[in-house]
């Protein structure tokens, strides 16, 4: 069995998850809770960086971050479907690296306000951050994912913008929704198509 070592919470960890469920994985993984605050976590044993999502291979070896674990599956489940090929492949890992970036600039915004004092947040650096992520927003309003219907196997980049956009109704209230109609109906027919979405959602 293959390990992984990730958290509820994580949108990462919900990316590389739904990915294993629609490549029809799932049932090869072994999902172990870390605790990236912990220093006995055996996290950092696995993962010199202490983040997750990690992958422990069947040989003990492993795997980080969500992109590489994302590549390794793909290629366990024949290559060709979480990640096309051919000039495909681009524009598909173009829109992950879209997704990530605004999941990386939200998750900043979170940490600024979880790890620091009031007293030292820094809002230049929030107002930062989160035009970044209203800059993401604006272009997939502009040019969304091509929807995901009941059949279909979603790549990769449809995979992340969910994830993405999921994190923002955890962790920032739903507010992405009041000024994005087109993506608020994209992620609904997401939803309706890959259970998986719905199964790996948190309580905010």
């Keep these: 069995m293959l390990v992984l070592r990730s958290s509820p919470p994580s949108p990462y960890g919900r990316k590389v998850k739904i990915a294993a469920s629609v490549a029809g994985l799932i049932d090869r993984i072994t999902i172990v809770n870390a ?97 970044k992520v209203s800059r993401a927003l604006a272009h997939l309003e502009a040019a969304p994912p091509a929807p995901v219907a009941a059949g279909d196997i979603p790549h990769i980049g449809q995979i992340a913008v969910a994830c993405a956009l999921g994190y923002l109704d955890l962790r920032f209230a739903s507010a992405w929704r009041a000024d994005h109609p087109v993506l608020v109906d994209w992620l609904a027919a997401f939803e309706a198509a890959i259970p998986s979405f719905a199964a790996t959602r948190i309580a905010a």
């Design 35 to 131: 605790d990236t605050t912990d220093p006995a976590d055996s996290l950092r044993q696995q993962n010199p960086l202490g983040k997750i999502p990690a992958l422990v291979l069947e040989d003990g070896s492993v795997l980080y971050d969500s992109r590489v674990i994302v590549e390794y599956l793909d290629q366990l489940d024949g290559g060709g479907q979480l990640i096309p090929k051919g000039n495909e492949r681009f524009a598909v890992l173009r829109l992950q690296a879209l997704a990530d970036g605004l999941l990386d600039a939200a998750l900043l915004q979170v940490y600024e306000t979880r790890f620091r004092p009031e007293e030292k947040r820094d809002d230049q650096w929030l107002a930062y951050q989160a035009d």
